[in-house]
């Protein structure tokens, strides 16, 4: 018995490092972004970036730095507005003090975006767990979001699947979140409950774009039941939409960035086309 404990600590802490190596390795290859600013919310410092002009104005959120977009946001820059931040104890963002809800990042979000002068409405792009803050933004401030692009991202009921179901690569996955990426004091089930609280998601577009290439983590079982929570996430609107990245993991915008630049341009064009727009009265904030 403690020779298997012994080697399922050592496992543990291999794929531990794997997993961490890999996640550095994938941040380092992105293009770093110009025009980089920061701006208090109160006690916290938070860096920011605003380009472009145009309305919607596309709020970028991810895992860690803005630089994880440096592929997209240039492209979609040329299309209209876009606005990114780093999350905190990323780039330029000060650490967070205390431990994060979902409720405490998306007002976060919110007051940064006033107090850079930006204006609704938004399309919110969000990568991984950082789409557990965009889908509750959306259901925070539903006047606010013109549309939602989720890349590979989290669902809020995925962490009582892997506690059920997978649990050593939960134990795994969990570890990595808070000793890698996260400075905030990042809390799952708090943000998934946050989410399930809040009220309905509003009625606008919704693209999906799922990872067709497995990852270190994956299962069949995982496989087949992530498929079933992207899905779930298109289901959100009634104007929800998937597409799989057949040829990328987990960090599409590295892979197969032209996948997310379309379907940013797709429901920016649609909104425009509906006539949902007045954000192009902000002031346009360039380097």
């Not at 919310?41 to 630089?67: H, K, W």
């Not at 557990?132 to 989720?150: I, K, Q």
């Not at 079933?228 to 929800?240: D, I, K, M, T, W």
């Amino acid at each position: 018995m403690h020779a298997d404990a012994t080697h399922r600590h050592r496992g543990r802490r291999a794929a531990i490092a794997a997993l961490a190596l890999l996640a550095v390795a994938l941040t380092g290859c992105a293009h770093s972004l110009k025009g980089k600013k920061t701006e208090w919310v109160g006690a916290q410092r938070l860096e920011y970036l605003s380009q472009g002009e145009g309305s919607p104005t596309v709020v970028f959120n991810s895992n860690t730095d803005m630089d994880s977009w440096g592929t997209v946001l240039p492209e979609v820059a040329k299309l209209t507005r876009v606005f990114a931040d780093s999350r905190p104890g990323h780039g330029g963002s000060k650490p967070q003090m205390g431990r994060n809800t979902g409720k405490r990042v998306v007002e976060r979000l919110h007051a940064l975006l006033s107090e850079t002068g930006q204006r609704p409405p938004y399309v919110l792009v969000a990568h991984s767990y950082s789409g557990l803050f965009a889908n509750l933004f959306a259901r925070t401030y539903p006047a606010e979001v013109a549309g939602v692009v989720f890349v590979d991202a989290s669902h809020p009921d995925q962490e009582d699947w892997w506690h059920k179901h997978l649990p050593v690569q939960s134990f795994i996955a969990n570890v990595l979140a808070k000793e890698t990426f996260n400075y905030e004091f990042f809390d799952f089930e708090v943000v998934a409950e946050d989410i399930r609280a809040a009220g309905p998601f509003p009625d606008v577009p919704v693209a999906v774009i799922t990872a067709g290439k497995r990852w270190v983590l994956d299962t069949r079982s995982w496989r087949e039941q992530w498929m079933v929570f992207q899905q779930e996430l298109a289901a959100l609107s009634p104007r929800g939409t998937q597409v799989v990245a057949e040829n990328s993991g987990h960090v599409i915008q590295l892979q197969q960035p032209e996948l997310i630049i379309d379907a940013i341009r797709q429901v920016v064009e649609g909104i425009r086309t509906t006539g949902a727009t007045d954000s192009s009265r902000a002031p346009v904030l360039t380097e």
